[in-house]
């Protein structure tokens, strides 16, 4: 993974001036672009797509400094117009291209990534594979923003105003594992861009055939195989770390890729105020 990884970086560079398929090249580097997607993001602190932006906009700054027509520079690097490359310069260099002519900076640089594996591993990762035939996920669900570290405000307000006995009316739903109460993440943007927009549901797991109340709202989680990572501790950070060393650690060691569907948590045991508890975060999967 970390050699497809550099090879994408060397791809974007040789088409900073032009369009990049990132789905066709994870093809023929033999992973999807979901996974390599979710792997750069996790790995390189950033979307795909910002760290594209960002180049292009380091090796246009090079040509801005000149006197070159504006526009031909902002064809160039894939923009209809100045005032769209304007906007893309200025949010990645904090000027504008204006003044970044006229003084010649400042300029903020996207350093080339390079990607290396580092040996960690020192804690084993407690991880079950699991196949299941499809099954349903139901509750009450609300759009939220993707929030990668700490609790996340909406989520919490969300939940808290559900009435007290519909988590027990919901946990008397439950019919197949993953067990209890869940919290699922679907509809994730493909880049996994802190502050885009996901799909939570508060709910359960039900079998694929179940009736759904006319209620509740329902995700479809279809059969295949999954990751489940058992983790205990401080909540969240414990399940965010665990969450983020599947990237670094339990992905880049196993022969498995993230496939396309619902990311779920269950919530197995927790302290009194939430403090702490024990979780399992189930990812779908397939084999690389």
Sequence with gaps: MIEILNGLVEEIEAH????????????????????????????????VSEYVRRRRMTAAAVDVVGDEDLLTI?????????????????????????????GGGPLRSQPLLRFRLTVEGSTPMDARIIEKPGF?????????????????????AHIAAL?????????AL????????????????????????LTYLHGVAVAGDAEVPDDLAAIEAPGGVWAVFRTSGEYPAALQTTWAATATEWFPSNPWRLRPGPS????????????????????????A
């Design 16 to 47: 900073l001036d032009g369009d990049l398929d990132v789905d066709a090249f994870a093809a023929a580097s033999g992973t999807t672009g979901h996974h390599l997607r979710r792997m750069f993001s996790s790995l390189a602190g950033m979307p």
């Design 74 to 102: 902002a064809v160039r690097y894939g923009y209809g117009s100045t005032e769209a490359f304007g906007r893309a310069f200025q949010a990645v260099h904090g000027v504008s291209h204006g003044d970044v002519r006229r």
């Design 136 to 156: 349903r996920l139901v509750g009450h669900a609300a759009r939220v923003p993707l929030i990668h570290d700490g609790i996340d405000p909406h989520i919490q």
């Design 163 to 171: 009435p007290a006995d519909e988590h027990e009316r919901l946990k």
């Design 174 to 197: 439950s019919s197949t594992e993953p067990a209890g109460l869940l919290q699922v993440s679907a509809d994730v943007d493909p880049d996994y861009t802190e502050g885009s927009e």
């Design 264 to 287: 779920i948590v269950a919530v197995l045991e927790r302290s009194p105020d939430f403090a702490a508890a024990t979780t399992e975060l189930w990812l779908p999967v397939e084999r």
